[in-house]
């Protein structure tokens, strides 16, 4: 509504010069009184005007203005800028008490603060609507301190107000001192305190607050005081102050002529527009400029260049300290302005609703708008649910100001589950409602996410804390618990009637997974029973009634029609499956036909049928065996079936699929072996769902299995399938033992099947893993051993897998002293190849750890400069990865994604922006070179015939060479891979500790001494060389400490992050372990001496 239309106005005799309202706690005193004062009203004559409430109550939903309930004359005394400070009455009348400026008539006279009761007087004491007679008087003169060079004039008065939590304090109460904050030009702040003994003895001192300086940084015109009671905790323990005696704890919060908005000592906000404090919070519109005092909140986007209406907590107020300056508490506090609001720009605060949680801004084309911002609808909510209980109002109002619902649940659900759920029923009768209620739940505590409820919101509702709230309750399965809580609720009272029968049906549409089949059990239950109710013997069945029609019809909006109609044919009701079906979109030429094909099967392959249509395959092997054991018959149903398209279930020839070779298909195409196994008993039938059980495992590469499953079948065993699985395991041992079993099979058949295994044993094995390599080496010599009776191949097969002394153990064994030679000269061979490539493994090492430390480097200059992520770190959720995110972001902006830089503002834009790189090539095949003459009629082809031989002429990309950038994270892990294999494990230090020894016994003590010396000394230069590395890393980063600390430079987030940062690259070559020789080794060279190494021996 545009000025200058109101909703009412107060006739005036001259022109308002101020107004001074009555204190909050003075008109909650009122409210049992015939009249209420509301305002003190100063003409510019110098007359007063007492403004009241009407004397009769107001019409219901009509609002009507104050009236003049005394109009005073002009006085001797001139006082201008005063406040009320306090509304007694009397036994014929009131006196209302204000403090006042006097008025002089020149700059250079002082002025005084005047302490003024106005007593009014009515003609009968039963009717005090109209007073006759008024009183003025001066109760208390003080003057105004004066500075040595200038003379102090008051600028601004107000009285101290407290927050909700701490409404006690009464300042209109008889007896107590009146106390008003003053102000004086020059920003210094006095407190006026009256006498409640003497009225002519107050006084005026300086203000004194803990933390706090007598004097504004900055003259203020609007000020207001807070004060509250100060917390238990604070008065236990501590260091002791000149404050600590203090009941009460006070803070000032001010706004200059500069429109910057100060508390206390500390700047809040450099550009404001008005502010406003009301019960719980500090209220104030800001500019589209406006920046606060710390930078994270520009990081959050606050000085993003919209005018806001921000919120912060009385209680995080009095927590500010100012001799901290800008630190980071005091810069955490200013930043967390709670829930914000875009408002236009240069809206001012009227006025900030008591009772209902609406603020009044005015435009800047005057008019004025109440808007209901978040901070205050949320402790409106929550008052309303755990202070009154008043689920009824709190769930309108959430509606209203869309507000998660989840939130009457999340702010404690033990409580809502023990008594809550209850009371919604109780005072909700909106089956609307509760239907809405039931479909907003979701599995998550909106308190940590979309309403966030930080501490000092906590400690104000007595609610735990959001770790105590997380670890009570499973969050998981909340929906459930909630639903399960209120259906349970419903049910003992016996209320499911029509009325609650379709919040009874979101219950169990809403849990996870959804209980469809319960709740269309429960429609056609009542169904059928209203049927009985009624006696209503007609020809409409009773799934087909109105009131059934209409819960089939919700409970669809709630899921799917085809999930419903699917539900109905796996409960195996028929009748309920055609209600459902006729109020889809479902064709009925195309449902009918398929129910009356169903009637007419038998009863177990009826429900078969059913099975496999919603394709539930245990179910349906279930129910073709019960029409199995049940010999059902099949010629009426293959009757029926003929007349219209063969079923899912029937063979070629038409009839019905009903024997064990019909189960068998099902098994062997669903893999329900295990469950035919239960089903079936007998030996011939569990004999060949083992077979093929097998041969699946077999196909699938579980070998292993398989053979184990063939074994435990009885006779006639699969000889074939047997040897196949353990040849295809390597089980060798299994193999033969069960190729000699047979009697098929004579010595020759044998000694060739052993000789292609071990062949195969043999070319199956790599270098590369060396343990595997000798085991299965080993193996394959131990079969030609033992079937073909070879020891010259077998001796072959141990110095291959480098076990010298099997090979010569054998070789004796069968009195070859030339095999047993052959083993030690391999052994020396090997020996000597080993020293000459151990040097050059060590070199390889430390060039390899030396580029490796370069593109270590590499990476994280590119990591400070912003080029790449932190591997390992999730921008989404790290803020230090952020800033990096954002860097990276910033710095390789192009042409190209310039455009995009928009939708990277949210956590939901980044998915959709790697969606659509990642998806590119596909989402523009749909829309590809075809469709371009898509809407050319066929006599315009121009470009076509080209297009096409283009197509044809386009040949397939070679693929690129995989080449590693130099310096990138791909090197990196290259040459973590490359240390990885150089490195001295643990399978080829056995090999040289074994070779050593072996090469010892056998005579040849030199060879095994240089190898010995071989291997140490590369042993030492790449553990040195690894060391090196690491210390390096360290010195660098206690370096880098030490210049911060001594310039003092403090690093922010993503630079401490770099500095504290270890690559899991790094983290897994600095754990790269060289194994060391035996200490037996060792303790063979310190026994010979150097003598006997060097003639080999005595």
Known sequence: VPPPMAAATVDLPHVVRHVALVPTTALQKQQQQQHGVVALVQMSTQ???????????????????????????????RFHNFVVTGVESLVSGLRIDFVAVETTESISQPQHLLELSLSLTAEEEEDQSQFTSSKLECTASIPIPQDDDERGRVLAMTQWQSPVSNSSTDIAAPKKPVSVLVELDNG???QYTSNAEDANSGTLQRFLCEGMMDTLLEPCPWIVGVERQRPQHDNDGGEENDFADDETEQIVIGMSWQKRLYCGDVLLADSIT???????????????????????????GAASGASQLKFIALSQLFSLDPFMGASDENNAVVAADYEPRNVERGSRIVSVLRNKPMVILQLPRGNLEGVAPRALVLPHVLQQVITNRNYKVALEMMRQQKVDLNLLVDWNPGEFLSQGAEELLKQVTNVDHLNLFISSLRNENVTQTRHFLPDWFREEFGLPSSSDATSAFDFSTKVNQVCQKLRSIISDKARVGQALLLPVLSTFAKEDPPQLEAALSLIQQKAVEEDEHSRNRNKKPPLFSERAQSSIQYLAFLANYNLLFDTALGMYELDLARAVARNSQMDPKMYLPLLKQ????????SCYEIDMRLKRYPEALRNMVKSIQ??????????VSAEGDSAPGREESGKLANSFHDALTLIKKQKLHRLGLELFHEKGQQREILLDLGDHLLNAGEAENALTIFLTM??????????RAAKKCQDWRTYLSYLLSTTETNDDDVQAKAREVAQEMASSVTAADLTRKRRVLSDAALILLDYCNDPSEAVDLFIQSELWSEGQRVAMLHGDPTLAQKCVDAAIAHAHATIEALPDRATTFVSTMERYSEVLKIRKEAYARGESELPGVSP??????????AASQASHLTGASATSASSTGSSASYSSVISVSSTASSAFSLTGSEQTYRHKSKYNQIGQKVHKNQKRKKKKKKPKPNRVIPGSEKELETLQESLGILCLDASFMTSVSECIVFLIRSGQITVASDLYETYQSSLKKMRDCQESRMKKSREAREQQEQVNRREGIRPNAAEELLLSFVHPLETKVDNL??????SSVHRLFEYLPQELIQEDGY
């Open 630 to 639: 049940a010999q059902e018959e099949m010629q009426s149903a293959t009757e």
């Open 1073 to 1078: 372990v060289f194994e060391v020789l035996p």
């Open 714 to 723: 009885s006779e006639p065993m699969p000889s074939e399938q047997i040897l």
């Open 47 to 77: 007359a007063l005007v007492v403004l009241g409430k009407p004397p009769s109550p107001s019409s219901k939903g009509r609002y009507k203005p104050p009236v003049i309930l005394s109009a005073l004359e002009p006085s001797v005394l």
């Open 188 to 190: 210094a702040l006095y």
């Open 876 to 885: 989404m959720n790290d803020d230090a990865g952020s800033l990096f995110s």
């Open 598 to 605: 169903y009637r007419e099967f038998p009863q177990f392959y």
């Open 274 to 300: 008005s502010f406003y404090v009301s019960d719980r919070f500090l209220c104030y519109a800001t500019t589209a400029t406006t920046t606060t005092a710390t930078t994270s909140a520009v990081a959050r």
